[in-house]
């Protein structure tokens, strides 16, 4: 299969994805800066995974990039990534809604955790399929931060049921990690 499709397809799911998550934003009642407290933990949390699906997005363009076709097996873990991708809205609701409490802050990271999984399924799935000799098994390489963001992920998902600010604070550490995008891909093409 062309991966052109394939590009263009997960383009669409992650610009919906985006327009679900702005469109839970509730526009206060009020002119004033305390009408807009209220809702302040919903738009740190959108401004959160906003930038996530962005990073999401920008790695995920590059490493289809590397493709020179589109297997079975890569459309399923494509698939699999965007199934993922396309519960942000709601734990990103649940989260923001619920002012960071501590279920909602570990079901954002166990969203977060499985999305990172299935982008490294997506990506172990590529290689499989090119070879450990092709362009993205090279350019990844060791993985640091591909090995490191799970681990964090599963540690904000335990302290968010003793101190979910130390939680939320790691999954924001792991976003900072990944907000460069990723210039080994870039390099290898």
């Not at 990271?109 to 399929?129: E, F, K, M, N």
């Amino acid at each position: 299969m062309n991966t052109n499709r394939l590009e263009a397809f997960s383009d669409g799911v992650v610009a919906i994805i985006i327009t679900i998550m702005v469109l839970d934003l509730k526009v206060p009642h009020g002119v004033g800066w305390a009408a807009l407290l209220p809702v302040a933990p919903v738009f740190l949390c959108y401004v959160l995974s906003f930038v996530y699906v962005g990073i999401y997005w920008n790695n995920h363009h590059h490493m289809l990039h590397t493709l020179e076709c589109a297997t079975g097996g890569i459309l399923w873990a494509n698939l699999h990534l965007l199934f993922w991708l396309s519960l942000f809205p709601f734990v990103t609701g649940l989260l923001g809604e619920n002012h960071f409490a501590a279920v909602p802050a570990a079901v954002y990271g166990g969203v977060l955790l499985a999305a990172a999984i299935a982008y490294w399924i997506l990506q172990r799935t590529i290689i499989a399929s090119q070879g450990e000799e092709s362009k993205l098994a090279k350019a990844v390489g060791g993985d640091w931060k591909g090995k490191l963001s799970p681990v964090l992920y599963g540690v904000g998902i335990v302290f968010a049921f003793f101190w979910h600010w130390v939680s939320l604070g790691l999954y924001v550490v792991v976003a900072l990690m990944w907000l460069v995008p990723d210039r080994r891909i870039e390099r290898a093409l």
